[in-house]
């Protein structure tokens, strides 16, 4: 089990892997499959936020569901404070789901229309035995925690709401439980810039009071750097490049990485781009590129590139990158 600075990791991702099949014809045999994530290994640490960056059809949002067990992975492990998840009996999995909790990319969505606000956040305690009194009690005071005033909004149905307020009575509805690890799949994509802005600060809030750990879902490089201590970049399935958010800012080295940061908007008008840095559409996931998925968007590509996928290599005491160009690097990295 590795650590940092002596603490074990409350969240172990190990070679984690997910195809969908496909079907098709009469009998509706497979015909092919969709390889969703593929080998995909991470560690998160107590009170950390891990980034997770990349274009959309990534696997990003699949790469949640697994980690929750929503979804049963193909191969690999995920264990929680040193606990298998996906061993872990039906009972034992509800009890583990108190301690993680996922936030959905859609606001609305993921509500129910029929229940009222202060009942949809107090359902999940409903479902793990709470009395109706007390959950409902614990209900309006996580709506106040969140800026929603329990007075003006507990009675209140999901239509009635704007998107922010939608997105902040699903964190109440995920942080009720006092969860110690909050899964967040592009929580405020939905959302206009001025309101991004106020829930990202919630989360920022948040996490230091209750001392959580997040895993942070986004394709936006702005907001991933703002939220992130580390990042982990992802392309078509696979982790090409991961490190702290700064050394990844300073000097990312993954192609993929730097065409990401090339083509994030800049009011400098002295950056204004006069070319994609990227070119083409991602491959298709059923049928991807052989040995490095993004060599048939790079323009770096060498015939090796073809031959075997390039291992992530460490080209810095918080970085590593799955590249060939950085293979002299890698060598004498500390």
């Known amino acids: 089990m590795s650590t940092a600075n002596g603490t074990p990791p409350l969240l172990e991702v190990l070679r984690l892997r997910k195809h969908f099949p496909l079907r098709g014809g009469v009998l509706q045999r497979i015909h092919a499959w969709v390889r969703a994530v593929d080998d995909v290994s991470f560690d998160v640490y107590p009170a950390e936020t891990l980034g997770i960056v990349g274009e959309s059809g990534c696997g990003k949002s699949t790469l949640a569901r697994l980690i929750l067990r929503l979804i049963e992975p193909d191969a690999g492990t995920v264990r929680f404070a040193g606990e298998d998840v996906r061993g872990a009996s039906p009972p034992r999995m509800k009890r583990l789901r108190r301690d993680m909790q996922l936030v959905f990319q859609d606001p609305y969505a993921s509500l129910n229309p029929r229940l009222t606000i202060e009942d949809a956040v107090a359902f999940s305690l409903l479902v793990h035995g709470t009395p109706r009194a ?14 929603l005033d329990p007075r003006l909004y507990a009675r209140r149905y999901a239509h009635e709401l704007s998107g922010g307020q939608r997105q902040r009575v699903n964190i109440a509805r995920a942080l009720v439980l006092d969860p110690r ?57 696979e982790v090409v490049e991961t ?62 590139c073809a031959e075997a996928p390039p291992a992530l290599r460490q080209v810095g005491a918080t970085h590593e990158v799955a590249c060939y160009l950085y293979e002299a690097e890698a060598a004498v990295a500390p």
Do not use: W
């Open 134 to 147: 007390e959950a409902r009690e614990r209900a309006r005071a996580m709506l106040g925690r969140v800026g």
């Open 181 to 237: 690890l909050l899964v967040l799949d592009e929580p405020v994509s939905a959302l206009d810039k001025s309101v991004q802005a106020q829930v990202l600060n919630l989360l920022q809030e948040l996490k230091a009071e209750r001392a959580l750990t997040y895993v942070f879902i986004s394709h936006d490089l702005n907001v991933i750097e703002y939220v992130s201590g580390r990042v982990l970049v992802m392309y078509l399935g």
């Open 243 to 304: 490190g702290t958010a700064d050394a990844l800012a300073r000097s990312p080295k993954h192609p993929y990485t730097q065409a990401l940061f090339a083509s994030a908007p800049s009011l400098d008008p002295d950056r204004r781009m006069e070319r994609p840095p990227l070119a083409g559409d991602p491959p298709n996931p059923i049928d991807p590129p052989s040995g490095c998925r993004f060599r048939t968007r790079c323009a770096f590509a060498m015939p090796r």
